[in-house]
């Protein structure tokens, strides 16, 4: 709790640097992270690993229906998620990522990448390896990471309402114990089933909004007490009772 509310606070006075013009924002790194620094700011037509990083992490800042490449190309669909994220955090939201739009993410994630709401073990209550999955282990977990970061801008989006996720990444074994299908999404790891307060309806219909390729929900056979959202490219939703 001390270290977010360091990284809080540092946040705040990058934040105030940048807007007032002051040197941090045309400096390099907006501060040392744990996880990943930028070392530049990123915009429109730039390509590299810095911005694959980036789109990992506003991937889930996007028009309804949207899923957003992460190919580390600036188009223009990334800089329209960069300011849809600025926005959703009272930054000026320019789409363009420099030190007061680093220094939130920073504030927002924790040493090992995932966001401060979000956990690893939160996305496998399965195993301690990842392994025994559709995918490689390395591959479910990065799967992992990327479902943590849209499901932190589909918690800002609801006021900041907490997301409980009771089911994220499965081995094959895993799912068969619980009677999941055979081509389930949880065995990629890039899968989340939620529960709780919003309720199912209302989480079904916003992650509509957050990059999500599939969606189910109550009316959708064997989604009544619960909503899932998963990564794949394709846009598959279903969840009748809440009119989708």
Not at 75 to 97: E, P
Not at 103 to 122: G, N
Request: aromatic share 8%; proline share 4%; net charge neutral.
């Amino acid at each position: 709790m001390l270290r977010r509310t360091v990284r809080l606070l540092l946040s705040v006075v990058m934040t105030m640097a940048a807007m007032t013009g002051g040197v941090l924002a045309t400096a390099g790194p907006a501060q040392a992270d744990e996880c990943y620094t930028w070392n530049r700011t990123l915009s429109e037509g730039m390509s590299g690993s810095d911005v694959t990083e980036l789109q990992i992490r506003v991937a889930g800042h996007v028009d309804p229906g949207e899923i957003l490449s992460v190919d580390g190309a600036f188009g223009a669909r990334t800089k329209a998620a960069v300011a849809r994220f600025q926005q959703a955090y009272g930054l000026t939201a320019d789409g363009v990522a420099g030190p007061a739009t680093f220094s939130r993410i920073y504030a927002l994630q924790d040493p090992d990448c995932t966001p401060v709401h979000f956990s690893y073990a939160e996305m496998n209550k399965c195993n301690s390896t990842w392994s025994g999955g559709a995918v490689s282990a390395a591959t479910a977990k990065s799967n992992a990471l990327r479902t943590m970061w849209k499901l932190e801008a589909m918690r800002r989006a609801l006021g900041d309402t907490p997301l409980v996720v009771t089911s994220g990444f499965r081995s094959y074994s895993c799912n068969s114990a619980v009677g999941g299908a055979s081509n389930s999404r949880h065995l990629y790891g890039d899968a989340a089933d939620l529960v709780g307060n919003p309720t199912l309806c209302r989480l079904a219909q916003q992650a509509r909004s957050h990059g999500f390729g599939g969606i189910f929900g109550p009316g959708y056979p064997g989604h009544d007490d619960h909503t899932h959202v998963d990564g794949r490219t394709s846009r598959s939703w279903s969840a009748p009772t809440c009119g989708i």
